[in-house]
């Protein structure tokens, strides 16, 4: 299984991508963890914003590979705690099927993301810049499935 990780934005610093491929690294083959930019459109002074989130929405379900589990990240969804998640991690897992997180730019995911969506789920009630979301995701998949294997890096 893969956790596609489909995020609006390139370019981060490189604290951003040190911190998400950190944890990357640490999951294991049937468990792989891929992150794929999705471009943001142009933002101009007068830009319409609904246009803009339909269109990053777009690009977004274009990329969802076949099959795929959808999780929208959505400050409308519903919270987990860390077994929560790790018991979600374990069903697809043993679903043979892709999972697909949607992140989508500053001004949310479109209506049309959070349609397709299966889940919809919330990190917090806080709200956190996009490019932390990545790593937050990241080492929040790693540390479920370290208590799905027993592993000590979850001491909770």
Excluded at 77 to 85: N, Q
Excluded at 90 to 102: I, N, T, Y
Excluded at 118 to 123: H, R, V
Aim: contains cysteine.
């Amino acid at each position: 299984m893969r956790v596609h990780l489909l995020a609006i934005g390139t370019r981060m610093p490189a604290w951003v991508n040190q911190g998400f491929q950190e944890y990357a690294q640490r999951m294991p083959p049937e468990c792989e963890l891929v992150l794929k930019e999705i471009p943001a459109p142009r933002r101009g002074r007068n830009t319409d914003l609904e246009r803009l989130r339909t269109r990053e929405g777009q690009d977004l379900l274009a990329a969802i590979p076949g099959d795929a589990w959808v999780v929208a990240l959505d400050e409308a969804g519903r919270a987990w705690d860390t077994k929560g998640l790790a018991t979600r991690l374990d069903q697809w897992l043993h679903s043979g099927r892709d999972v697909c997180l949607l992140v989508g730019g500053p001004d949310g995911l479109s209506q049309a993301c959070r349609e397709r969506a299966d889940l919809t789920w919330s990190l917090s009630p806080l709200t956190f810049p996009h490019p932390l979301v990545r790593i937050l995701l990241a080492e929040q998949l790693y540390r479920a499935w370290s208590l799905l294997r027993g592993h000590p890096y979850h001491r909770g």
